[in-house]
């Protein structure tokens, strides 16, 4: 069974950056693509940004697009979100997913939660104006 674990989230202000981490283990992730997702206070769980195996292709949510920067190691099995020019309406808990069942098209095609398999607990990243 996989594990995502993820980290790095925390309070920050308006125009800062913060750095996410997720770690994956308990199988092989060779293959797999990783995204993730988000979820504010009353709203659904959206899209951020997804990445395939070999980190040649990568997707963005066009709210986080040219702020937000999606990267991998595949040989660590770890994925991270790096985030910039940070808003108060990005604030949510963000989550670590991964898609064990391989890619048929590009990446921009898997951008629901339904295309992936395990989740982390998420983290809480609060951004104060």
């Known amino acids: 069974q996989a594990q995502l674990v993820e980290s790095g989230g925390g309070l920050v202000q308006a125009g800062g950056p913060l750095r996410l981490s997720c770690a994956a283990s308990?199988?092989?992730?060779?293959?797999?693509?990783m995204g993730w997702f988000r979820q504010a206070p009353g709203k659904e769980r959206e899209f951020v940004a997804s990445?395939?195996?070999?980190?040649?292709?990568?997707y963005y949510a066009i709210s986080v697009k040219g702020r937000f920067t999606i990267s991998r190691d595949s040989t660590e099995n770890s994925v991270y979100l790096q985030m910039n020019s940070l808003k108060p309406e990005d604030t949510a808990v963000y989550y670590c997913?991964?898609?064990?069942?391989?890619?048929?098209?590009?990446?921009?095609?898997?951008?629901?939660?339904?295309?992936?398999?395990?989740w982390g607990q998420g983290t809480q990243v609060t951004v104060s104006s």
């Open positions: 990445i395939n195996w070999r980190s040649s292709d990568t």
């Open positions: 308990g199988r092989t992730f060779s293959g797999s693509a």
């Open positions: 997913a991964s898609r064990m069942r391989g890619l048929l098209f590009r990446i921009s095609y898997y951008a629901t939660s339904k295309e992936y398999d395990y």
